[in-house]
């Protein structure tokens, strides 16, 4: 049976490199970094050269860039120290967050009185600038915003310059998730005032488990897991270098192949879109998602014209068929309370139809995506 993967946003397949690189490490420098022998100097030499590789890429110093084990934690580390240690007691966010967000600003609300702010959207899912300048303007008390770069549902791009500035501006703090957008967007963060960013290196074809927090110099941000100095006292813990090295791995080959990969995907993109509206006309895009100009050349969310019953049935009947895509973020598939992300931007009756999240990588195919509409016009007939 053929089997097509189109659940990238959820995470990708691990680039043969990586696995070369990490096997030679788990094999070859089995030191702890903390140790002062030759052993340890080895391993933290793995270590302080990907931080190096990263920050480079970013354009600013290794000093600001700190491995995490992921983006959930990276998250919860800006977000609970920005209020705990630096004072904020007003955080302004979406209610279309990845939930590594939504959740840690639900407990800070709950256990520590801060003042919870959603910023309006737009009907596609992007924020309302307009809206955000009036709610920094609002309040003289001490404010984070935390709004995601690229969605990893809808795949709509926030201007992160734009909102920076703003922040700025008016004195706020800036926390972006951009785990989906590390590793397919160059971002210059000598460009733009962000305070913080994330990133999961399983979103752009390295291990899970590892990731990193960049973190402004002098921010004041302290640790939320305590034990050893490790990554200069702000996250305790024996550094895994075989995870560092295939997340530098996978981060260098994403840059050095940006531009002809994202050429690539977006004609993916772009075939499908116009291959889903030729088989189904009534079909709608949620998020305005087949429009590169709005959303991320990764993601497609469609709203499939199909009885509400047949909800269930279809990310069913393609598993059967060996495809792979989803409901929306892997982290909440066995909810049946479907997309917090859908529920506010579609109305009751749509959003009781079938919508599916499909995204693409580089290992994808034309013949892939041929096969995915044979299988959905299969299921239309049923």
């Known amino acids: ?55 480079k890429e970013l354009n600013v110093t290794a000093g600001e860039i700190f491995f995490t084990s992921g983006g959930t934690e990276a998250d919860n580390l800006v977000l609970l120290s920005a209020v705990r240690d630096l004072g904020v ?20 609300e709950k256990n520590d009185g801060i ?14 600038i307009t809206d955000l300048e009036h709610l920094l303007r609002q309040s003289d008390a ?31 703090l800036f926390h972006s998730d951009t785990v989906q957008s590390i590793g397919h967007y160059k971002l210059d963060l000598q460009d733009m005032p962000v305070d913080f960013i994330v990133s999961s290196a399983h979103k752009f ?49 994403a840059y050095a192949h940006l531009e002809s990969e994202r050429e690539y995907i977006t004609s993916l993109k772009t075939y499908f879109s116009s291959e889903i509206k ?52 892997a982290c909440q598939s066995g909810s049946q309370k479907g997309s917090h992300v859908l529920a506010e931007l579609l109305n009751e009756t749509d959003f009781k139809k079938p919508s599916i999240r499909f995204s693409f990588s580089q290992y994808n195919t034309k013949e892939d995506i041929d096969y995915v509409i044979e299988v959905l016009k299969e299921f239309a007939k049923k």
Request: aromatic residues 6%; contains cysteine; proline residues 2%.
């Open 278 to 329: 030729n088989a189904f006309s009534e079909a709608t895009f949620n998020g305005d998602s087949s429009n590169l100009e709005v959303t991320t050349y990764t993601i497609v969310n469609v709203c499939f014209p199909f009885e509400s019953h047949k909800t269930q049935m279809l990310l069913f009947q393609l598993d059967l068929k060996g495809i792979a895509c989803s409901r929306g973020s």
């Open 142 to 172: 001490k404010t984070l915003v935390s709004l995601m770069h690229v969605n990893n549902e809808i795949g709509t791009i926030l201007d992160l310059k734009r909102v920076a500035e703003l922040c700025k501006t008016n004195q706020a």
């Open 205 to 253: 074809h390295g291990p899970k488990g590892v990731g990193f927090v960049f973190v402004r110099k002098h921010s004041g941000i302290h640790p939320i897991i305590h034990g050893g100095e490790q990554e200069r006292g702000l996250r305790a813990g024996t550094e895994s270098i075989h995870n560092i090295v295939g997340l530098e791995t996978a981060f260098k080959q």
């Open 1 to 55: 049976m053929k089997k097509v993967y189109l659940d990238n946003a959820a995470t990708t397949k691990i680039h043969d490199d990586v696995i070369v690189n990490m096997t030679n490490v788990m094999t070859e420098v089995y030191g702890n970094p903390s140790s002062s022998h030759s052993f340890g100097r080895a391993s933290k030499t793995v270590v302080e050269t990907a931080r190096k590789i990263i920050a």
């Open 89 to 108: 007691t007003r955080i302004i966010t979406s209610k279309i967050e990845h939930h590594a967000v939504l959740h840690t600003v639900n407990f800070l």
């Open 115 to 128: 003042e919870v702010i959603y910023v309006g959207l737009n009907v596609n899912g992007t924020v309302n």
